[in-house]
C-alpha cells in the first residue's frame, strides 16, 4: 500500500504561481500511473493531470498550458506546477496513485487558493 503526502497549497492571487508536491512511502518508479485531481465544493472531483510511467501526460481542457505534471523517481515524488491561476482553480488537490487492478491510492489533498 502506499501512503502520498501533498504540499504546497497556498493562497495566491490570480495570474501568479504555485508547485504541488506529493511524496509517496514508496517507490513510485513501478507505479504505473500518477495523477492530480482537485475537488472544489458542489463540484465532482476533476481529474487535472495524469503522468504514465511511460511519460505520457493528460491535463484537462481548463488547465492545458498552464499546468505540468512530472515525477521524480529518485525522490518518489510528482509535482504539479501550476502558472497562471485562476480563481476557478480554487480547489483540494489530491494526489492519486494507480496500484492492483480496480484500486486507487489518495493523499489527504493540500488546499490551493486563487484570490481575484
Known amino acids: 500500500q502506499v501512503q502520498l503526502m501533498e504540499s504546497g497549497g497556498n493562497l495566491v492571487q490570480a495570474g501568479g504561481s504555485l508547485r504541488l508536491s506529493c511524496a509517496a512511502s514508496l517507490g513510485i518508479s513501478t507505479i504505473s500511473r500518477m495523477a492530480w485531481y482537485r475537488q472544489a465544493p458542489e463540484i465532482p472531483r476533476e481529474l487535472v493531470a495524469a503522468l504514465t510511467l511511460g511519460g505520457i501526460t493528460n491535463y484537462a481542457n481548463s488547465v492545458k498550458g498552464r499546468f505540468t505534471i512530472s515525477r521524480d523517481n529518485a525522490k518518489n515524488t510528482v509535482y504539479l506546477q501550476m502558472n497562471s491561476l485562476k480563481p476557478e482553480d480554487t480547489a483540494v488537490y489530491l494526489c492519486?496513485?494507480?496500484?492492483?487492478?480496480?484500486?486507487?491510492?489518495w493523499g489527504q489533498g493540500t488546499q490551493v487558493t486563487v484570490s481575484s
Open positions: 492519486a496513485a494507480d496500484g492492483p487492478p480496480g484500486v486507487q491510492y
